[in-house]
Nanobody, 129 residues
Framework: QVQLAASGGGMVQPGGSLRLFCTAS????????MGWLRQPPGKEREFVAA???????????YNARTVVGRFTIPRDNARNTIFLHMSSLKPEDTAVYYC???????????????????WGQGTQVTVSS
C-alpha cells in the first residue's frame, strides 16, 4: 500500500519562502509521476506542479497561471522524497497542499486531480501579514 506523508507547511509573510516535503513509502517516487495540488479555502482543488517518474530528464509541469517562476519541484529518489520550493509567496497561495502519486507512468505528468491514485494528508500553508 502506497503511503504519502506531506509536511513543511506553516505561516509566512507575503514575499516569503517555504519548502514542503512529501515522503513516500516503498519506491513510489522512482516509479510514479508525482504531483502537488492545493485547495484554497472555499475553492476547488487545483493543480500546482508535477514531475515525471524518470530519474533523468523528468518532465516537469507547473500551473502557468499561478505558480510558474515562483515554485519548483525537485526530487530525491534516494530519500523517496519530493519537495515543493515556494518563493515570492502571495496571500492567494494560502491553501492546504497535497502531494499525490500517479503510478501509470504517463509520458506527461497529469494536472488532473482524478489521475492521481494516492494522496498524502495535506499540509496547511498560510500567507498573511
Amino acid at each position: 500500500q502506497v503511503q504519502l506523508a506531506a509536511s513543511g507547511g506553516g505561516m509566512v509573510q507575503p514575499g516569503g519562502s517555504l519548502r514542503l516535503f512529501c515522503t513516500a513509502s516503498e519506491r513510489t517516487i522512482a516509479t510514479s509521476n508525482m504531483g502537488w495540488l492545493r485547495q484554497p479555502p472555499g475553492k476547488e482543488r487545483e493543480f500546482v506542479a508535477a514531475i515525471g517518474w524518470a530519474e533523468k530528464d523528468s518532465t516537469i509541469m507547473y500551473n502557468a497561471r499561478t505558480v510558474v517562476g515562483r515554485f519548483t519541484i525537485p526530487r530525491d529518489n534516494a530519500r523517496n522524497t519530493i519537495f515543493l520550493h515556494m518563493s515570492s509567496l502571495k496571500p492567494e497561495d494560502t491553501a492546504v497542499y497535497y502531494c499525490a502519486a500517479d503510478p501509470r507512468r504517463r509520458r506527461t505528468p497529469s494536472s488532473v486531480a482524478s489521475d492521481y491514485d494516492y494522496w498524502g494528508q495535506g499540509t496547511q500553508v498560510t500567507v498573511s501579514s
